[in-house]
């Protein structure tokens, strides 16, 4: 591979003025600039990453603190981080945050031998330790949360509008003639607690009461939600005629069990989930969701990042809330419903 050396000779200026060239000095002629940066793709030269690091003080990377790597909804996330550290030149470390935390793994340790400029931290299975804000606290680069926040936190945050839809959900609900409205929800997340709050709210609003028994709290919002939407829906003369679910996936879980249970899909029981992720099209019933906008979600916090990394955003701490839409699809839509009733 040719050196900066080398270029130097081929354009007959010094080894500085190749290297000033390549990053568009204004002190260099345009001519010049444009004569290396040709020599420079015409031999394929690369820069030393290492060298650039302790010139700049910067690695042109960053690290990504992910987990659930099944998940449709964090891969869209990440679709849309790629999509911004591309167009920035700029590359990612990736670590498995929760898989450490179980081994007991020096977590921030890893990023900062690789030096990298800033850090994207996706949602934990837990809630972070005190141990764990203070060393991201001690972090020495800007930190982004994305769809994950805990009070009292300095961070950056970049996530969906999780209160918003419920009252026209709730809306639609009652337009159907669902009355016994219910909720599936996991409040060991952040999301999942406002999603729970907003629910409330929106019950009230429309002076609706909410039963207990129709609303489940998960602890494994992965492998809890059918056995629970069993137990849940086997009671007939006391089950719930909607349900708001905490994403996809439960909702998914939830039209299983009552499937297996004899209910029909959306006669006896409307769901709703969170996330539109590609599964709620494949479903029979298609599923009604909440469009998060993922994707967006990781180029808005990918670009926060590295505006906090180049100095464009300086300021105070930034919550950048991705509005949110509902989509009501054929899991809740029955026109004949209330007919049906009063018959």
């Known amino acids: 591979m040719i050196s900066l050396k080398g270029i130097g000779k081929i354009c007959g200026v010094s080894e500085s003025t190749v290297s000033k060239a390549l990053k568009r000095n204004p002190g260099i002629k345009k001519e010049t600039i444009d004569r290396v940066m040709e020599v420079a793709r015409q031999y394929g030269y690369q820069p030393n990453a290492m060298v650039e690091c302790i010139q700049t003080g910067r690695s ?10 099944q998940c449709e ?55 972070p330790t005190p141990e764990q804000i ?4 001690r972090f020495h680069n800007p930190v982004v949360l994305i769809d994950s926040d805990w009070p009292g936190n300095s961070f950056d945050h970049v996530g969906a509008d999780n209160r918003s839809v419920f009252p026209e959900i709730i809306k639609y609900l009652i337009s159907q003639g669902c009355h ?19 629910f409330m709210e929106a019950m009230a609003e429309f002076n609706l009461p909410v039963n207990a028994r129709h609303c489940l709290d998960l602890s494994d919002c992965w492998n809890e939600a059918y056995e629970g939407a ?28 009552a499937i297996d249970l004899g209910i029909r899909v959306p006669e006896e029981l409307a769901l709703i989930g969170f996330g539109n992720l590609p599964l709620t099209l494949r479903t029979r019933p298609q599923l009604a969701t909440v469009d998060q906008f993922p994707c967006e979600i990781g180029r808005r916090a990918a670009k926060l990042l590295l505006d906090r990394i180049t100095g464009k955003e300086t300021g105070n701490r930034i919550d950048l809330t991705i509005p949110t839409v509902f989509l009501p699809r054929t899991s809740i839509q029955f026109s004949n419903k209330t007919t049906q009733e009063s018959a």
Request: a positive charge.
């Open 73 to 127: 909804f964090a891969g869209a996330v990440m679709e849309g981080i790629h999509q911004v550290l591309h167009e920035y030149e700029y590359d990612a470390y990736l670590i498995s945050w929760d898989r450490l935390v179980k081994d007991k793994v020096d977590l921030l340790s890893r990023f900062s031998r690789r030096r990298v400029d800033g850090l994207l931290l996706f949602p934990m299975a837990l809630p």
């Open 230 to 257: 069993r137990k849940l829906l086997a009671d007939k003369q006391n089950r719930p005629d909607a349900l708001i679910c905490f994403n996809d996936y439960v909702a998914n879980d939830v039209l299983n069990a």
């Open 60 to 69: 042109r990377s960053i690290g990504i603190a992910f987990n659930k790597f």
């Open 134 to 137: 203070r060393d991201l606290n």
């Open 180 to 198: 016994r409205i219910g909720t599936i929800s996991y409040t060991l997340a952040a999301t999942g607690q406002e999603r729970r709050s907003a």
